[in-house]
């Protein structure tokens, strides 16, 4: 399984236990139909705004992490200091 089934998967799994079938979906993250069903198809070229929209109506979080997080946010913590 490659990860853009993978969050076709996840994206699925929540919208159905929301409720929501796919323009449901699509009208309350203000993206088209199309755009829903092709993620849960697991279409990799899809716009990272279209997916940041979905997550979020989903209210599904985006983590970033990777062995320099810590670093960098020291170093982010600094900059704004």
């Known amino acids: 399984m490659n990860k853009s089934q993978n969050i076709a998967?996840?994206?699925?799994?929540?919208?159905?236990?929301?409720g929501l079938?796919?323009?449901?979906?699509a009208k309350l993250a203000g993206v088209?139909?199309?755009?829903?069903?092709?993620?849960?198809?697991?279409?990799?070229?899809?716009?990272?705004?279209?997916?940041?929209?979905?997550?979020?109506?989903?209210?599904?979080?985006i983590k970033l992490d990777s062995s320099l997080m810590q670093d960098y946010e020291l170093e982010a913590s600094d900059e704004k200091s």
């Open 9 to 18: 998967q996840i994206i699925r799994y929540h919208r159905k236990k929301a």
């Open 21 to 25: 079938n796919q323009g449901e979906l």
């Open 32 to 61: 088209g139909k199309t755009a829903v069903f092709d993620i849960e198809k697991g279409k990799e070229t899809i716009q990272f705004d279209t997916i940041r929209k979905i997550l979020y109506a989903l209210n599904i979080l």
